[in-house]
């Protein structure tokens, strides 16, 4: 606790487990900023709490929040949710926050550096000196050690299949709002050292105007080893039908770190969603901050839901697809209860439930 | 956790142990306000770091501390120490963090209403509402529900031998600046329901010159059920002289909750001891602060030290009774090892090393 490892998680047999296994439990941050969050945040503050109420159904949830929003986010949670304070510049912890990793009997934490989505190049906001803290504060309370990663990275740019193998995207962690002075074969092997994984699937572009550059976790996951799903659109006339496709092709091709072919799983695109005027009106204006505009397209995905022990806690975001959506994640995972969340306004904040969320894998037995 | 108690200690069977029970662990509070700690906190800072060194020989020591001090005060810690934000307007996890109790299998915490040691009437600081928060915090941290108390009190206004008896002093507890509505028999009413207690015993003026409207935690203390140790003068030219006496005739006429008669142990008062020019010009002027003047006498005394799993932490103050002291300390805990550590910093704050501290009491088993 509070050490910072000056090996990597690879060098010390830690790998990242995939999402699917075992969870000790789940955090997120309190949305508070009312530049990005409308109406003081009050609409998201209540999509975050059900999101909370939800997963905590499944495991034991702690929120992460401010000093100024200490009392109103322990009155807004159900008891059972651990409430700490932890100062953010925005409450997406799955970006901020650490990247845990497993090994013989014990769990590490990787502290990937931020930079708001892109730094002063095309990033969300500025600053973002407080998100930085982030993944070392929850460290300190998880009692995890810690590994800082030489690169910027956020979460929600990876998933893995536990057995090797790393989905991500070209768009975004080849964005020299990254890391410009590093390949991608420099890249690639970092991703496989602090992820303690051995292969990297590239897909190209991530879901049309996600703002994050592309995180691949708005676009595909794994559900199981061999087994992705995949966002999708059969309308040629949007631009998300193309780059849909391109994935599709990507995964179709390739065999992951065991050799195994990819089973793909298409889920249905929300929308398209646009941004109403009155939403874009609730937001405040601030000038080094993303712009809300009426019309905007959202990125919407029902791919961006949390898998959590025993529920998988998906957005609910467009009453004429949440339904076949709901239906395809039940039979993908059919141990595990399908729990729906009107999502729509953590959406309007730039992303969705697996964005603000990130689950800490329970501790292995020893060898 | 996160749950609000609508019970009392008392009647759940919950009590405050003694100091020198067992141990889970130890909290502070990262000090950093330059208007109360001389060149910006950083010799205070140092001193903390110190008594959280020799706390952690003895037990686990989290330290809270504001977003903007965290990378300093990880800096400054050793690997050992868990580091967590907790805002706070000052830091004195004694007087504004949780009183913990025991009951059956479990523990809980207390959380009193705190006004900076008497409000806008007499007050140290203005405002105080991050402090009102801490304890709250805590708990959700260490996963133990809290009660709220209904009345203005800090930790450091109360000692008990963990067999029913509370230890306070009249000018702090009964001061109108702290509950003026309550009678001295309310008063006790709260004490003993919230801390699972049978008897008060009453001092009445604390150190001289303390401005926490003198806690017994500066003058007095129990070392062991019908064991107290008091700070002493004989200087009969020095107030202090008839405040030890008055308070050593009240102790030697009195009986615990059990009937014991008192053994009472002398420990010698440091100086007295001044704010020196240097150090008073260190300090920012804050128009809601207590100032710091050159010539101010320190309320210093030896009995604010820390009881420890297997060490006493001691302030070291005065070369000329420190050895002293800390072979009286010595004599009186013969099973634990006696460390002192330079507090002179601390003292100048207006506390010392039990002031700054607050023990966590260990779980007991479960009946």
Known sequence: MGLTLKSTPAEDGFRMPAEFEPHAGCWMAWPERPDNWRLGAKPAQEAYAAVAA??????????AVSDAQ???????????????EISSDDAWIRDHGPTFVIGAGGRRGVDW??????GTDGGLYFPWDRDERVAAKVLEI??????????VLEGGAIHVDGEGTVLTTEECL???????????EQIERVLLEYLGAEKVLWLGAGVFEDETDGHVDNLACFAAPGKVLLTWSDDEDDPQHAISHDARERLEAATDARGRSLEVVFLPSPGPLH??????EGVDTGEDTQPRRAGDRLAASY??????????????LDPRHDEEAAAILRRTFPDREVVGVPAREI?????????????????PAPD
Chains 1, 2 share one sequence.
Request: proline share 8%; aromatic share 6%.
């Open 54 to 63: 939800a997963i905590a159904e499944s495991e034991p949830v702690t929120m």
């Open 70 to 84: 200490f009392e109103n986010c322990r009155a807004l949670l159900p008891a059972e949710v651990r409430v700490v």
């Open 113 to 118: 550096h931020f930079n708001a989505w892109g």
């Open 142 to 151: 998880e009692g995890d050690d810690r590994y800082r990663a030489p690169i």
């Open 174 to 184: 080849l964005n020299p709002n990254r890391n410009p002075d590093l390949s991608k």
């Open 275 to 280: 941004i109403s005027a009155e939403e874009a």
């Open 303 to 316: 791919v961006n839901f949390y898998l959590g022990n025993s529920g998988i806690v998906m957005p609910l």
């Open 347 to 363: 959406l309007l904040g730039g992303g969705n439930i697996h964005c603000i969320t990130q689950q800490v894998p329970a501790v």
